[in-house]
């Protein structure tokens, strides 16, 4: 197993006036927690110790962490804290409490939240280039739109906004972020209401190590477990006390690669649920593994338009997604607030476009088709949810690149080997295959569309 990813230390200004908080909606394309809600903050950098203050509030704290606590609010939000205490504008400072990111995440935080007590109301005006949004929001109101599915938001920002609401005088929360027992169960994240991510240990293509299962469904309409993959018996029975805490009432494959579906199947037959998927999916399955694979399991085909289930009261409606893979299939609420792509892009990685599931034609497509459909959150197989289409524009962008560089190859008559070794230099060794299957993909789009 790969190292984990280093631990930056930040600290986070969580700014009140009465029942109000300040809060930021990150810039979407940013790489850490891409649209998500937040407060002003961030990380430590070195030139931030050796420096004390003598200052009410501020004295009794780490030096470097008030260093760089004062530091970004004034970056971002053009306030200086030292001066607002010594001028009376600041009631109360205090640390609410520490989160640490797990350590399956590609970028891991250790952050420090500091609670700034205001004597009025602070007009901030924050930095564009890291917020696409922010403004005072009264913490009933903030509630409210999380609890509708409207909010994109990590546990630690939740966890401050809930006890703020529940308690307005707290000055102390203590740990913030999520907690498990990583030798008996699989972390379960709720980056958006109702939605349950469950990221398993797979047999994925590195970065990634890990492919993530979801728990979505009203209890009421039926809780559908989506794409169940651990890597091995041990990682099965984490999965297995992880679900303990819901009722599974079907399973749903988004498509046939191993580390969507293994275990699945014993999944299926220890929950005593269906199993639900493309016709073009179960066939693949079947034809690798047997038809024993599903022997005394119901299996059910879904098709585009099928309503899964409900979500906070909102069909759950199947679409088609092909490209990465033929079957692939993708959920989203009628209403759009998110949207589940499986593969279709990756928040770890590149997505490989591969013979003979894979048409780079019917990739741009659906790129294209979700894009125009404009959900208001992505949520990928590998990596973390991510807020509006601009990941997915991306993607779209780098493929068409990708495509005039192996264009460009072709032309001036270099071979596959020699366009892999000019355009994919930089890349992990281990990629270097699934690199390779990407230009033959490209090669087969631009010879069918009359090109080569």
Not at 59 to 79: G, N, Q, S, W
Not at 422 to 429: G, K, L, M, Q, V
């Amino acid at each position: 197993m790969k190292k984990s990813a280093k631990i930056h230390m930040s600290v986070a200004a969580v700014f009140t006036y009465q029942n109000s908080v300040f809060i930021i909606r990150r810039q979407p394309y940013l790489l850490a927690f891409p649209g998500y809600h937040s407060f002003p903050g961030g990380k430590v950098d070195k030139d931030d110790s050796g420096f004390s203050f003598h200052t009410q509030f501020l004295e009794k704290y780490d030096p470097t962490l008030m260093r760089a606590l004062c530091r970004e609010i004034k970056e971002e939000v053009h306030f200086d804290l030292e001066e607002a205490i010594q001028s009376n504008v600041v009631s109360d400072f205090s640390e609410l409490g520490v989160a640490i990111g797990p350590p399956f995440l590609p970028h891991r935080f250790h952050t420090h939240f500091f609670r700034v007590q205001l004597k009025s109301r602070i007009d901030f005006t924050m930095d564009s280039s890291e917020a696409e949004w922010s403004g005072w929001q009264a913490l009933r109101d903030c509630m409210e739109q999380y609890y509708q599915g409207e909010v994109l938001i990590a546990l630690p920002t939740w966890n401050v906004i809930k006890a703020l609401a529940e308690k307005p005088d707290v000055r102390k929360l203590g740990m913030l972020h999520v907690e498990y027992d990583p030798e008996a169960e699989v972390p379960c994240l709720e980056f958006v209401h109702k939605m349950f991510q469950i990221p398993v240990l797979s047999h994925t293509l590195p970065p990634a190590e890990r492919t993530n299962a979801f728990i979505i469904g009203d209890p009421s309409d039926g809780s559908y477990l989506i794409d169940p993959s651990p890597s091995s018996e041990k990682e099965l029975k984490r999965l297995l006390q992880t679900l303990a805490a819901f009722e599974i009432t079907g399973i749903f494959l988004t498509h046939h690669h191993p580390d969507h579906h293994e275990f699945s199947n014993q999944l299926a037959e220890l929950l005593k649920v269906p199993v639900q998927m493309s016709n073009d999916t179960y066939h693949r399955i079947v034809s690798k593994h047997g038809a024993v694979y599903f022997k005394d399991l119901e299996v059910q085909i879904a098709h585009e338009g099928d309503i899964l289930t409900r979500w906070l009261g909102k069909d759950i409606r199947v679409y088609e997604i092909p490209g990465h893979d033929e079957g692939q299939l993708g959920l989203a609420p009628v209403s759009m607030e998110w949207f589940l792509v499986g593969d279709l892009i990756q928040g770890i990685g590149t997505v490989v476009i591969g013979q003979p599931e894979g048409n780079m034609a019917k990739y741009f497509v659906t790129l294209e088709r979700i894009i125009r459909l404009d959900p208001k959150v992505i949520i990928p197989s590998h990596g973390i949810p991510m807020r509006t289409t601009t990941r997915l524009k991306a993607a779209l962008k780098h493929r068409k690149m990708r495509e005039n560089q192996v264009l460009q190859c072709y032309q001036d008559g270099k071979t596959k080997d020699q366009t892999l070794a000019e355009i994919y230099h930089d890349i992990d060794p281990r990629l270097l295959p699934a690199a390779m299957k990407n230009i033959e993909s490209h090669l087969i789009k631009l010879k069918e569309e009359q090109r080569l």
